[in-house]
Each structure stands twice: as structure tokens, then as C-alpha cells.
């Protein structure tokens, strides 16, 4: 990637998933400002070590829009990892004109009126039902592991899971109001990409793989990637991420 | 890709898509002709700036089995790209044992009695009700970039949507008669090919995707290849569709 | 792929698919003792010149089992290909506490009271029905050339295919009793990773292709990893696959 122009200068917003924070993009972050990009890696609430766990999702929305709002972010480039794409589909109706494009790294966008919970395979289901919600929600190591550290050795899986932490429950079993955004997407009046790692398989392939179940509902004009990599590529491939960030950001 | 010998050189006929002529070919067909392959770019009748717009369907075709008669070529790897693949299908119809093998290089193979615009998604039909036969079809930009040049930057995007043009309404909409080409495939007499580019989204992915759906048309004999790039693979990654299509094209 | 310490030294045992024997994974296994693993490609009764042709599917997994114990061997990484993933399906349950993880590689995860020729397309299923029991079976040149050796040059696909012999038609025919294997599977006792190379397309793509079909069967802890080659990535990517192997096979 070589430098870019200040016209061609993006400024991103990059959404971790479930049980991280913002500091999962570091490598990615800094290959992105490398290229003369702005680069923002907020922490959204209810994520990270000691947050609380009586939040709604809701409150994880308000937390991402509170920080755009308070950087006086405009023209934003704004990614969303995992479940995070739940949490930039409801950026641009409460930000109108600020957002210049979605892109989801991996990510659902869940139908409307279901919650996350209901997009995953009905077998994986129980697991959210088993949740207590006082101490939040932290997905088993094996299936970390396996399904979305299916590319790194038992160290770097270790390490990953790690920086882990539970998140409310709610933020999976909440019903989500996503008829705005669907009949933005239909106007195309939010614009989409998707960005699909082929060793993705966080979500078993198949009928509930999340590509290209979660990319067929962006519309259109979704503009969609394949790339090397599994789920956590900010991990084990940053500067094709990046790459691909920038492909999937640029007009 | 190593010099060939005279036993292994091919003949290649390339089959440009729509909005588009022989040019789109000219690095593909360097790398051909440096590996000691002959490779012919024809145009096809209602392609190309100031093209005719009130040809049907068959006017392509006869165009293309023209192209072929009158250079009395023979034992020819006959390629199509995207639309090119309904092109190419009629071919050995009309010219017995002069062709080695179709291959269709993210191509549509429609199913006999269909329009090409019955082959894509429910969606994408209304472009074609809406096209004025008098100036003939082409694709708004939004489309041919978000979709087809997933993978340019926008000033190669704005490059090929240049150099594209308008072509025949009935080239979409003419109902096809493809029985004796898939009778031909059934009874093993044509061999085919499909190159499938993994960022080839063209068609959004899913049920009206164009691989593996086309691919699956082909008969059980088709050897399929799958490479990087997108639609315009010809654009962004010449040297490796061209060692696709001598993969796709050998014996 | 660097030198592994003894605590990451993996036992492999490495099982080829139908028509071969354990001298194909001779360059994987030259790669994995590079990096300090065990490796064992064991021939498997009714494969190879001039083997009997009256024997049943269990005779085949009798001859796997025999092999594993005859060699006294523990903590095994099992990988079978293409059809041996019927032969590996049943060591678990045969051997239990000895296998510490089964690798399908390309392989056939057929569903419990099926023949391998049920997992078939059923154009193909025609295969079969034709087979002399007296004479064994083996797939002809042409479908083996284009399906399974799509990127393979002629001469290497005619140097695979010179190598392969008949096997007993009983083995793609015999029903298979794999109730244990998918109870052991749905316990989470039995470990599974997948490696499906994109070009694969042994078994044509759609609904009767080996990916995702057959990794859907192993559970939704199934470790998945697509590689780039097709269905002899042990002739044409021996690196690649060595290296996949590793990455399927460690904890």
C-alpha cells in the first residue's frame, strides 16, 4: 500500500466485535495511518474488563454514536467487526449525512426484528440461554478456538481469548428495530460493503454461515470482498485488512 | 508461465462482454501470445461506440461464427466472458468439430428458452423493462462499479465504465434456444470449462449467483478452476486469468 | 514452516483416498518430517497393484485399525482423504483414547446407513451400478482429468491416474454403520478439522459438492480450513497441504 493523497484520505471508524475493545485493531490501525488515513478505534460500552452488564443493546448503539457525535466525526468511513455490524447499522439514521459508508468486516446484519441470538444456528442458541446475565456473556475457548482461531496455533488463540471479556446478554438476546436502516439500504441511501474472509467459519458454514446469508441483505450495491483469513484477520493478517478496509472504504 | 511448444500451443478466440469489445483483452492476449499461444479478440456485432442497437441475439452469434468461418480456424479454445458465454454456447452447433472446448470465464450459461435477463436476480430484471431499444442497454455506473469493479479503485473503475457502451435491449431479452447445446453437453460431444474469480459479484451472491449455478450447467465433465480477482480479472490480474485460460483450455 | 520443539511433535497418520496408495503423500510426508512430526502413510487392503478385490468396507477400516495398533500408536493426528474419510470415521470408536484428532481432507463424511456411492451425485451413482465386483472399481480417465485434476498439465493428470488401480466395488456400495461416530461426534469425544481446497471439485459444486456438505456432519466444533489447489493438493501443493495439516492437527 503505498501513501495516499489528502482527496484520497479516508477517515475510519473501526467497531470490535463481541467480547474485545477497541484495541484489538492496533496493527490494522497502524497500517491504515501508514497510509495517511484518520483512524478512530473506539471501545463500545458494555465491552472490556470490568464493564457492566446490565446494558441493553441499546446503550452499546448509543456509545458508538456518542463517540462519533463527540469527535465531530462527518464523512466516516464505518467498519463493524462480528457483532458490531448490529451496532453501525443504527449509525446512519441517527447520523444522518455523517456516515459515508458501512463496511461489515465479518459481520451480521441481523433481520429486522431479530436479535443476534436468533442468527445463529439454532444448536449454538442454548448457549445464550444459559447465560446469567449478572456476569454477562463469554463464549466457551473451544469454540473460540475452533471456529474463529481456526488459522492461529494454541498460543495466539490462548492470547486472543485472553483479552476477552463477557458482555451483557442482553446485547444478544435483545430484539432489534432495524426497519430504518433496511429501507435506507433499499433507497440506497446507506451505501454497504462486506467483507468476507474465506476461513471465516465463526459461524458454521452452511445455511447459517454468515456469508453470504448477512451480505445478501445489504442490498444491491453491496460491494463485497473476499480476502485470506479467518475471523480475527486484524490479528493474523493486518496489513491485507487493511488493505481490503481501504478497497471496501474508498468511493 | 514458460514458453509453450508447438504441441501445446492453443488457439484462443476471446469473447468480450457486454458494453464492451476485443480491446478488453489486449494484456490477456500479450501474455497468451508470449507463452506461443494465437489468440483472436473479435468484436461482436452490436458492441462497441456507434454500434447498431436494433440487432437480435442471433445477430451476436452470427457475428462471432462469422469471425471464426472466415479466419478458418479450427480446433479453437473458445472463451466467453459474462454474457459472451450465451455467445459462445451456439457455436459448436454451427461449426461441428471445429471447436477443442468452451470455456466460460465468469459467464452466464443460460438455461435453454431463457433470456439472459431471465438469468438474473428478480431485482435486476427492471433494468431491462426500462431500457429503450432505440439506444440500446448499458448498466448505470453505480452498478458496473459496486458490483464488477469491486476491486478497482474508483479512477480504473471510471476507466472501463469509459470505455463501455450501450448494446442491444434484445441481447437481454431474447428468449434463447439452447436445447441442441445442452443435448451436445449431455452426450459429453462439447467439452467446457468454468473460471470462477472469487470476488466475482457481479451477480449478488446467493441463489442467483453466477458460480456455481452456471458451472452446474455444464455437465459433469466441467472443469472448473477458481482464481483471484473480480469480474474483470482481464483489467486487474491479466497474467493469472491468462494462465486460467490455459488451464481451462488444455487438453 | 520452521522446526517444531518436541512438545508441538505431532503423530500423523496419513491415509490416502480411492485407486491410490500411501506412497501419493510421499512429498507431504517428506515436508512434515522436515519440520520434526511423525509421519505414517500406511497402504490400505484392497488399494495398490493387484490387490484382492472381495473385500468389504470393513475390511478396509480393519486394515486401518490393524496398522494403528500393530505400530502401537497413540495421540494420533488421523487424516484421511477423499474416501478415507469412511476409513477414519471408524478408528475412534475402534481405538478409543488413541485418537486425538480426525482430519477429513477433501474427504467424505458419509451420513450413518449410507454407501459411499449414496454421497454421489446421482448421475454418478450410474458408476457404480456398472462395476464388476470380479475386476474392482476405478473411476475413467476422463472424470478423474477433469474433475479431480482441473489444475493439473495432461501429463501429470496421465502420471496420477497411471499410478491408481481398481479398488473393491464394496467399498463405495457396502451401507456404512457410523451411529457411534456421530454420537461420539455430538459428545464432543471425537475431534474433527476439515480442509476443503477451493479447487476441489471432485464431486461437482452445489448440492451434492464435499464442502460444506460433509463439514456440517462433523459437529459444530469442526476445525475448517480452506487451502488454495484442488483434489491432489498432496501431488501439485505438497507445502501447502503439509502446512494445512499442521494447522488441522494441533491442539
Known amino acids: 500500500m503505498s501513501a495516499t493523497s489528502p482527496t484520497n484520505r479516508l477517515t475510519f471508524v473501526l467497531v470490535h466485535g463481541a467480547f474485545q475493545t477497541g484495541s484489538v485493531w492496533e496493527h490494522v490501525a497502524a497500517e491504515l495511518r501508514r497510509c495517511g488515513h484518520v483512524v478512530h478505534t473506539p471501545t463500545i460500552a458494555g465491552h472490556g474488563p470490568?464493564?457492566?452488564?446490565?446494558?441493553?443493546?441499546?446503550?452499546?448503539?448509543?456509545?458508538?454514536?456518542?463517540?462519533?457525535?463527540?469527535?465531530?466525526?462527518?464523512?466516516?468511513?464505518?467498519?463493524?467487526?462480528?457483532?458490531?455490524?448490529?451496532?453501525?447499522?443504527?449509525?446512519?439514521?441517527q447520523l444522518p449525512g455523517q456516515i459515508k459508508r458501512l463496511v461489515f468486516q465479518g459481520a451480521f446484519a441481523p433481520a429486522d426484528g431479530n436479535a443476534l441470538a436468533d442468527e445463529f444456528p439454532p444448536e449454538d442458541?442454548?448457549?445464550?440461554?444459559?447465560?446469567?446475565?449478572?456476569?454477562?456473556?463469554?463464549?466457551?475457548?473451544?469454540?473460540?478456538?475452533?471456529?474463529?482461531?481456526?488459522?492461529?496455533?494454541?498460543?495466539?488463540?490462548?492470547?486472543?481469548?485472553?483479552?476477552?471479556?463477557?458482555?451483557?446478554?442482553?446485547y444478544f438476546t435483545d430484539k432489534l428495530d432495524l426497519a430504518?436502516?433496511?429501507?435506507?439500504?433499499?433507497?440506497?441511501?446507506?451505501?454497504?460493503?462486506?467483507?468476507?474472509?474465506?476461513?471465516?467459519?465463526?459461524?458454521?458454514?452452511?445455511?447459517?454461515?454468515?456469508?453470504?446469508r448477512f451480505a445478501q441483505r445489504l442490498g444491491p450495491l453491496c460491494r463485497i470482498l473476499q480476502v485470506q483469513g479467518a475471523h480475527y484477520g486484524m490479528v493474523t493478517r493486518p496489513r491485507e485488512l487493511a488493505e481490503a478496509l481501504i478497497q471496501a472504504g474508498r468511493d
Open 125 to 170: 442458541a442454548a448457549f445464550f440461554d444459559m447465560a446469567d446475565p449478572a456476569h454477562g456473556f463469554l463464549l466457551p475457548f473451544e469454540v473460540v478456538r475452533e471456529r474463529a482461531c481456526n488459522d492461529m496455533d494454541l498460543a495466539t488463540a490462548e492470547a486472543v481469548y485472553a483479552g476477552m471479556a463477557p458482555i451483557p446478554v442482553a
Open 50 to 93: 470490568n464493564a457492566a452488564m446490565d446494558l441493553t443493546h441499546d446503550a452499546a448503539v448509543a456509545s458508538l454514536v456518542g463517540y462519533l457525535r463527540e469527535h465531530n466525526l462527518s464523512d466516516v468511513v464505518l467498519a463493524g467487526h462480528s457483532i458490531a455490524g448490529s451496532y453501525i447499522a443504527k449509525a446512519p439514521e
Open 180 to 212: 430504518l436502516f433496511y429501507e435506507l439500504i433499499g433507497k440506497a441511501e446507506v451505501k454497504t460493503s462486506y467483507i468476507n474472509a474465506i476461513n471465516d467459519f465463526a459461524l458454521p458454514p452452511g445455511e447459517f454461515a454468515a456469508f453470504p
